[in-house]
Structures are given as C-alpha cells and as structure tokens.
C-alpha cells in the first residue's frame, strides 16, 4: 500500500539493542503502509521483532533510524490517539470495575463523568459485557477480560488500535471464539487495526493484509492480501490456499 494512501506508516524502521555491550540489530529498514479501516496483521517466527515494532508503534520504544507517522503526523511517544491491548490478563487495573477500566482512557482525556459513564457503557454493551460492569478482573474470564481491555482501548476513539497477540494464552476454543467476536467489533467500528501474531491460520482469518517479517533481523520479507470474503471458513480451499502462501514466505 503507497504512502500516499496510508493512514498509518512506517518509514525505513531499524532497531538496535544492546546486550552487554554489543549491538544487536532487533529490525531493519521496515517500511509499509496500512489504510484507514485496514486490518494488517504481522507475523514472523519467535525473535524476529514483532512486538519490538508493536512497542515502536505505541511509542513505547524510540526507533533507532527512520520514523512512524499517523495521519501524516511524526509519532514521538506515547498517545491517546494509539489504542493497546497485550496479551497478558493483567493489562486491566485490579482495583477498578471493568466499567472503571473502560472509563480510564476517557479520564486521561479529561471528559465529563456522566459522559464517560455513557460512553463506557456503550462499549461495554458493544463487547457483551454490560451485565459484568461492576465485576472486577479477577471476577471475569480470561476471554472477558480481553473483551474489556478491546472496550478499554476504543472507548476514548483512538486512530490506531495496536494488538499484540491479544489471544494466545486463551485456550482454543475460547481463542475462537475471540476471533470471531474481533472481526465482528472491528466491521461495526471500523478502526485502523495492526494485530501481531505467530499464528498464521489466525492472521488469514482476521486480516485484510499479512505483513510477513523475516528471522532476526526482522524486515519485510512479503504482503500477503487476504481477499477472502467474511466471515471467513477456515476449512475452505482458499482459506488453505492462503495459509500455504504465507507459509511458504516464513520457510
């Protein structure tokens, strides 16, 4: 996808960290573009710098050379217009409700509480999870509690969701099940998604695009399109087929 299309993009993005004293390069010149409403997602095998970019995106980790631009705006830290959610359970704040939780963004952008109330309330009503409002964390199910982290992470209208392997410590069905809720909260809000993942059969069924990263040092080895219509059948022959050639760029 062109830059000049692009809501979000990345410019020739290298990283290098060090390791008691050495210089280990984590990527190397990544560059792509991913359109308003896109959902891309980036896989690559272990250690080849899938979350290192995610945190680069977040503004969690300065790049070492060439820069991220949303909007056609520099990204130089952290932002609200940036939504995260993490694979670990433990992203939602323990002491807060999960209406609480969802609130929280709301609050570091200074709305009015009956506003946030509404507003909260509504995305936990988009997530299922209206009747679990006033449960905390450890009150709610590992899928819940994702769910509450997604409602956290739009709730304050952000540009940009960024996901990183939001799913994979839930166990399979559940996961699934997940995946399916996704696409479903995705096609009504229709934000800009880039979503990391080691799993390809899961990219292929949510993404309109894979971005494909080499083994260390991580850079663009492809752009696989997903043309497939959804919901997607994961034992169709396209849904093979396109398993097989993302696949066949991770070997």
């Known amino acids: 996808m062109s830059a000049a299309i692009s809501h979000l993009e990345l410019r020739q993005i290298s990283y290098v960290y060090d390791a008691g004293g050495r210089a280990v390069p984590a990527l190397q010149d990544i560059t792509f573009g991913v359109g308003a409403s896109e959902f891309v997602c980036v896989v690559g095998r272990s250690g080849c710098g899938k979350t290192t970019l995610l945190n680069i995106l977040a503004g969690f980790l300065g790049p070492t050379r060439g820069e991220v631009r949303i909007g056609g705006k520099a990204v130089t830290g952290k932002g609200l217009d940036r939504g995260i959610v993490f694979q670990d359970f433990a992203q939602l704040f323990p002491w807060r409700t999960a209406q609480r939780n969802v609130e929280f963004g709301l609050e570091m952008k200074g709305v009015p509480r009956a506003e946030r109330v509404e507003t909260a309330?509504?995305?936990?009503?988009?997530?299922?999870?209206?009747?679990?409002?006033?449960?905390?964390?450890?009150?709610?199910?590992?899928?819940?509690?994702?769910?509450?982290?997604?409602?956290?992470a739009l709730a304050y209208n952000p540009s940009v969701l960024l996901m990183d392997e939001p799913f994979a410590a839930l166990d399979a069905l559940t996961r699934d099940e997940m995946q399916r809720f996704l696409v479903d909260v995705w096609r009504e809000t229709r934000k800009t998604v880039v979503y990391v993942t080691h799993n390809v059969a899961e990219a292929v069924y949510l993404a309109d695009r894979i971005v494909v990263l080499t083994p260390h040092p991580g850079t663009v080895r492809a752009e696989v399109k997903v043309p497939l219509p959804r919901p997607r059948d994961p034992l169709s022959v396209e849904f093979v087929e396109a398993q097989r050639r993302v696949l066949d760029f991770l070997r």
Not at 122 to 142: M, Q, T
């Open 121 to 152: 309330r509504g995305f936990l009503r988009l997530v299922g999870l209206e009747a679990f409002a006033a449960a905390y964390p450890h009150e709610l199910s590992g899928g819940m509690q994702q769910r509450a982290a997604i409602a956290r």
